[in-house]
């Protein structure tokens, strides 16, 4: 069956949710177990990304080249991880995952299937003044299915000691990013994978054993003619914000590259990273789409690296842990 899911994920400032679908001979079967995730972890360093990656093509090694990256930039302070964990407690991703299978041990034929959430009951804030939210990952909420989830696939395989494996070359994975706000860029993955260990009724993994892995890989015609001008048009408020071009801005409306600070930008924060890394030619205080694609250290971090079908790609893994939902699906049994 296909498979069709939502996930969070970040980079640069990055929150990220997702969806797929792709086919399996596996048709799941047995109890549908109801989740949401309550933890989203993105790799900041190259153990995670390692820790967190799948063998998208078969040659015995993890592909999670496009973690990696996340990874490097983490380590030159952007607060990748600090941003999904903001957008799960508040909110603003809900991951609803829906597990089959007849024995959560050993079974040829599961399942797993993401749907984007709404309305949490209770809410996940307690008002505009709760700075900490996170009410609706307690593991007894309710949550209704978004009117923009997908609804008809599932990411198929087998549990083998307590440990889910399921996708393959033909499954397909979609996801969806969004840098420092709420707008989201669509990833269109390919040969999509998940494995799943420390599955119990109520939990996925806990925050020190277990949880699901989800890759997949990303082809680089979507790599430059969809998530990089997304990218950049995502960034220049996150300039303007800490540097300058807003008469709100730390710099005001006058940017000057050549001042200092420089761009007026903020000591330490995003915006002065983002130029400082993104900004060459021209230097003039923005980033553009070539700027993005021409980097050097973006060009050799976001090379393909593996072959899905014929088609070289660029590698992803993420892992969530999820607790305990209750949500209707129509037509479920």
Same mark, same amino acid.
């Given at each position: 069956m296909a498979f069709h899911r939502s996930l969070l994920l970040a980079a640069l400032p990055v929150s990220l949710l997702a969806c797929g679908g792709g086919s399996s001979t596996i048709t799941p079967e047995g109890m549908h177990y109801h989740y949401v995730a309550n933890k989203i972890y993105v790799p900041s360093n190259s153990t995670e990304a390692n820790e967190y990656g799948l063998d998208l093509d078969g040659n015995g090694t993890v592909d999670n080249q496009l973690g990696s990256v996340l990874g490097t930039l983490s380590g030159q302070g952007f607060d990748v991880q600090g941003t999904v964990d903001t957008a799960i407690a508040d909110g603003s991703i809900i991951l609803l995952i829906d597990f089959q299978a007849k024995d959560l041990m050993n079974t040829t034929a599961a399942g797993v299937q993401v749907y984007l959430g709404a309305n949490p009951q209770p809410p996940a804030c307690d008002g505009s003044a709760d700075t900490t939210c996170g009410h609706h990952l307690t593991g007894s909420a309710s949550f209704d299915i978004g009117s923009n989830s997908?609804?008809?696939?599932?990411?198929?395989?087998?549990? *083998?000691?307590?440990?889910? $494996?399921?996708?393959s070359q033909k499954?397909?994975?979609?996801l969806q990013i969004a840098l420092g706000g709420t707008q989201a860029i669509s990833l269109d993955l390919i040969g999509a994978r998940a494995k799943g260990s420390e599955i119990t009724d109520t939990t996925i993994g806990t925050a $020190?054993?277990?949880?699901?892995?989800?890759?997949?890989a990303l082809s680089t015609d979507d790599l430059n003619n969809t998530v990089i001008p997304a990218i950049a048009a995502q960034? /220049?408020?996150? *300039?303007?914000?800490?540097?300058?071009?807003?008469? $709100?801005?730390?710099?005001? *409306?006058?940017?000057d590259p050549n001042a200092n600070p420089s761009c007026?930008?903020?000591? /330490?924060? $995003? /915006?002065a990273q983002l130029l400082s890394l993104f900004d060459t030619m021209p230097k003039d205080c923005t980033v553009t789409v070539s700027e993005i694609q021409n980097n050097n250290l973006i060009k050799s971090l976001l090379a393909p690296d593996v072959t899905i079908n014929g088609t070289m790609a660029l590698s992803l893994g993420i892992k969530a842990t999820a607790v305990g939902a209750t949500y209707t699906v129509t037509g479920e049994m």
């Open positions: 997908p609804m008809d696939a599932a990411l198929a395989g087998k549990i *083998v000691a307590g440990t889910f $494996t399921g996708g499954s397909d994975l979609e $020190t054993d277990g949880g699901m892995i989800f890759a997949g960034l /220049g408020p996150i *300039v303007q914000r800490d540097c300058c071009g807003l008469s $709100t801005s730390p710099g005001g *409306v006058t940017c007026g930008c903020t000591s /330490g924060s $995003t /915006g």
